[in-house]
C-alpha cells in the first residue's frame, strides 16, 4: 500500500481558528488570518475540541493518493459520505496485460490456502483476459474480478470526517487493511496540524472504549493530552 498526501490547507490550525474566532469578531477571516497569535490559536482551538464546535474544522482539508489497495478496501472506504473520492474504472483501464491482486497476510502465511489464492487468480484472470478478447467490453468483463484487485484512488477529506474516520478505522475492530490505510493517513497528517490531532486515533485514546462488547480489549495507550 501507497499513502501520499498530496496537498492540503495551508496552515489548517490558522484556518480552523480563524473560522471560529470570526463568530465572535468585530473583523473579518482575512485580518483574523493575519493577526491571530500562536498562543490565541492554541487558546481557540481548545475551545472548538471542548465545546464540539467541531463545523469549524471543516474548512481544513487533506487529499490523498492511495496506491495497492484492494477494492475490498475501497469498498469500505467509499461508505464516508462526507470524503470525496475519484477511484481507477474498471470501466476504462483494461487489465490487458494482468492485474495485481492483494494477498492478505493469513491467506500467505498458510502455504495450502496461497496456493489456492493463486490457483484462482490466475483462473480469474485467464477468463477476464479470455473475455476481452472475445469482444466482451470490460466494463462486463470485469464482473469476474475479485475483491482483492488492486486499485488506486484518492480522497479528499476536511478535519472534521478525517477526525471521525480515525476513530472509526484506526480501531482494532475495523478491518486490517483499512486499518493500515487509517493509521498511515494520520501519520501524515499529524505534522500538519500537531494539536488538533494529538488525541486522534480510535475512542479509547480519548477514553473508554466506546466498542461496548465488542471491545478488542486492548486499548492503545491514551493520548497524553486526555490523560
Ligand atoms: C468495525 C466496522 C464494521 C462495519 N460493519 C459493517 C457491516 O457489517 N455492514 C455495513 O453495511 N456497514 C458496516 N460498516 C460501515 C458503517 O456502517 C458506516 O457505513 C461507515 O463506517 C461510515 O460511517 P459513518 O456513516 O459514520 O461516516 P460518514 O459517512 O463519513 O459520515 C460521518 C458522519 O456524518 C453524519 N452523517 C452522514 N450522513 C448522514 C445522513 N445521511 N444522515 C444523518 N447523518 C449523517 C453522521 O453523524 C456520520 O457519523 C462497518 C464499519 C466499521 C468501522
Not at 487558546?43 to 495497492?68: M, N, P, Q, R, W
Not at 479528499?156 to 486490517?176: D, G, Y
Request: net charge negative; hydrophobic share 40%.
Amino acid at each position: 500500500m501507497q499513502v501520499e498526501l498530496l496537498y492540503h490547507t495551508p496552515d489548517p490550525e490558522r484556518a480552523v481558528a480563524t473560522a471560529a474566532r470570526l463568530c465572535y469578531a468585530p473583523v473579518g477571516a482575512a485580518d483574523l488570518m493575519e493577526s491571530l497569535s500562536d498562543e490565541r490559536i492554541r487558546k481557540v482551538l481548545t475551545t472548538i475540541l471542548e465545546s464540539g464546535h467541531t463545523s469549524t474544522l471543516e474548512h481544513a482539508s487533506y487529499t490523498f493518493a492511495i496506491d495497492g489497495v484492494s477494492r475490498a478496501l475501497t469498498h469500505q472506504l467509499v461508505r464516508h459520505r462526507l470524503a470525496s473520492f475519484n477511484q481507477q474504472s474498471q470501466r476504462y483501464v483494461r487489465y490487458a496485460e494482468g492485474l495485481d491482486v492483494i494477498k492478505p497476510e493469513s491467506i500467505a502465511a498458510n502455504p495450502e490456502a496461497s496456493e489456492a489464492f493463486d490457483s484462482l487468480m490466475g483462473q480469474v484472470m485467464e477468463t477476464y483476459k479470455a473475455f476481452l478478447d472475445a469482444g466482451v467490453p470490460a466494463e462486463d468483463a470485469r464482473y469476474v474480478l475479485p475483491n482483492a484487485a488492486e486499485t488506486k484512488i484518492v480522497v479528499t477529506m476536511n478535519i472534521r470526517e478525517l477526525l471521525h474516520f480515525f476513530s472509526l478505522r484506526c480501531c482494532n475492530r475495523a478491518q486490517w487493511e483499512i486499518r493500515d490505510l487509517a493509521w498511515k493517513m494520520l501519520d501524515l497528517v499529524r505534522p500538519t496540524a500537531p494539536f488538533i490531532f494529538a488525541d486522534a486515533g480510535p475512542g479509547c485514546v480519548r477514553g473508554a472504549c466506546p466498542e461496548g462488547k465488542m471491545t478488542c480489549g486492548t486499548p492503545y495507550p491514551r493520548s497524553t493530552r486526555c490523560s
